[in-house]
């Protein structure tokens, strides 16, 4: 069965870096595109960004612009999400989410568990 | 970043039908198919519906999904006490290049 594995959450100062990981298993990871969504605390879905498959593809929500960068290692079954210059309003659970199909405007069907980042002083 | 308009909040008795409406665009439900997640607090979002009115294996008929131009909808009859969740929809964003989510609806089982 599918399973998406996300970790590197944590509190990190305003200003600072940080890199999430989703480790992915039960499919076949090389074909499909992948999503990162956050949800603030007591909020609703926020898409982050998304790769094709081949990770030569990637687009961002406006508010990240600059500042994350994702990218997948398919050899490794990994997708990332590099946080740099993170502020306040970054924080949320972070969710990976795999695309339903291997099409580009698809949205996700399995997603991780979530891992929590905190930008706090 | 826009959003997908939905009620945030809907209920209904057990048995009863409710409807979560999900209002967008021309550049999202306008243009691409919608799907349907289910949320329990401090879990992960389900897929419930996808291309507007499919169920993964595994999803009961008692929920259906609907789309007439800008708009969609979710349907859950015979309303049960596990159906208490947050409830989003979700379509690909022309302009955004990714997708844009409903501002939630959460249902409850009086």
């Known amino acids: 069965q599918v399973q998406l594995v996300e970790s590197g959450g944590g509190v990190v100062q305003p200003g600072r870096s940080l890199r999430l990981s989703c480790a992915a298993s039960?499919?076949?990871?090389?074909?499909?595109?992948m999503h990162w969504v956050r949800q603030a605390p007591g909020k609703g879905l926020e898409w982050v960004a998304v790769?094709?498959?081949?990770?030569?593809?990637?687009y961002y929500t406006d508010s990240v612009k600059g500042r994350f960068t994702i990218s997948r290692d398919n050899s490794k079954n990994t997708l990332y999400l590099q946080m740099s210059s993170l502020r306040p309003e970054d924080t949320a659970v972070y969710y990976c989410?795999?695309?339903?199909?291997?099409?580009?405007?698809?949205?996700?069907?399995?997603w991780g568990q979530g891992t929590m980042v905190t930008v706090s002083s | 970043q826009s959003v997908l308009t939905q009620p945030p909040s809907a209920s209904g008795t057990p048995g009863q039908r409710v409807t979560i409406s999900c209002s967008g665009s021309?550049?999202?439900?306008?243009?691409?198919?919608v799907h349907w997640y289910q949320q329990f607090p401090g879990s992960a979002p389900k897929l419930l519906i996808h291309?507007?009115?499919q169920r993964p294996s595994g999803v009961p008929d008692r929920l259906s999904g609907s789309k007439s131009g800008t708009s969609a909808s979710l349907a859950i009859s015979g309303l049960q006490s596990d159906d208490e969740a947050d409830y989003y929809c979700?379509?690909?964003?022309?302009?955004?290049?990714?997708?844009?989510f409903g501002t939630g609806t959460k249902v409850a089982v009086l």
């Open positions: 790769t094709s498959s081949d990770g030569v593809y990637v």
């Open positions: 291309t507007n009115s």
């Open positions: 979700a379509a690909w964003d022309d302009s955004l290049n990714g997708p844009v």
């Open positions: 021309s550049s999202n439900v306008g243009s691409n198919t």
């Open positions: 039960g499919f076949n990871f090389n074909i499909y595109g």
């Open positions: 989410a795999k695309k339903k199909s291997g099409t580009f405007y698809e949205l996700p069907d399995y």
